[in-house]
């Protein structure tokens, strides 16, 4: 508030220092007719007096509650605006604002917890989505092996934006994939024939739901699927033999598209 004793008038670099605005606001405000000081002094100086600074003072206020400066031009100016009708009007604004702050402050949790854990469902969820030979262990696992590559924080960003709801959809599809799979391979489809290439392409796309699969890196991952004795596990007990089947149709389709399956690296 203004002190009643500075009677000879404030400098714009003091009224600055007492307000807290800067020197350019108070520039701005003049040069607009918002807030002019009422005093110059013989050099041409600006003075502000006690009532340019009560004017002020109401100024800043009303600019901290978020007024533009032309509604406060009118709450201070004009006699007949409904000063409470615009105070209740920035009230919900500022409630709208609040609420979007707090969505913001979910999703970022959200994306914090799921960069360190990767899956944010429960043992029980993870369960009734990926069936009961699911090991709610294996996100732990995965966070400690590829927590610092690209990859993570690609399938991190979707699996904070994910709901049980759709990490269900995400399984079926992916559970889907996998019986044409053995279906095609129980028909004989050969390894780079269209059929095999359509269910190569199908598996990228599908795959896609945790990061982006480019044809390398799933000749990597078809290699992966066939060696590692958990996936290879998984995909024989579908289909004996479906591992390495499927590792075949992978490579014949990076054939297709121009890559040696022996010189394939993760990118």
Known sequence: MPDPTDA??????QVSAR??????????????????PSLRTAAGYRLYT????????????YREIGLGLDRIRAVLDDSTADVPGALRAQRAQVAERIERL???????DRMIEAHERGLLLSAEQQAAVFGPEWNPDWPAQARRRYGDTTQWRQYAERAAARSPEQWQAVAE???????????AMDAGVAPGSPEADQLAERHREVFASY????????VCLGRMFEDDPGF?????????????????IVDASARAHGIDP??????
Request: proline share 2%; aromatic share 8%; charged share 25%.
């Open 19 to 36: 307000l807290g605005v800067t020197v350019r606001a108070l520039h701005h405000w003049d040069e607009i007719g918002l807030a002019r």
């Open 211 to 218: 990061f982006p699969l480019t044809r390398q890196m799933q």
């Open 50 to 61: 006690a009532g340019d600074l009560e004017r002020l003072h109401r100024i800043v206020v």
């Open 262 to 267: 022996d010189t394939a690296v993760w990118e």
């Open 102 to 108: 707090q969505r913001l402050s979910t999703g970022l």
């Open 173 to 183: 599809e992916m559970a889907d994939l996998e019986r044409a799979l053995a279906k």
């Open 232 to 248: 290879a596990a998984h995909y024989d007990g579908i289909r004996p033999g479906l591992a390495t089947w499927f590792r075949r």
């Open 8 to 13: 000879d008038g404030l400098t714009v670099g």
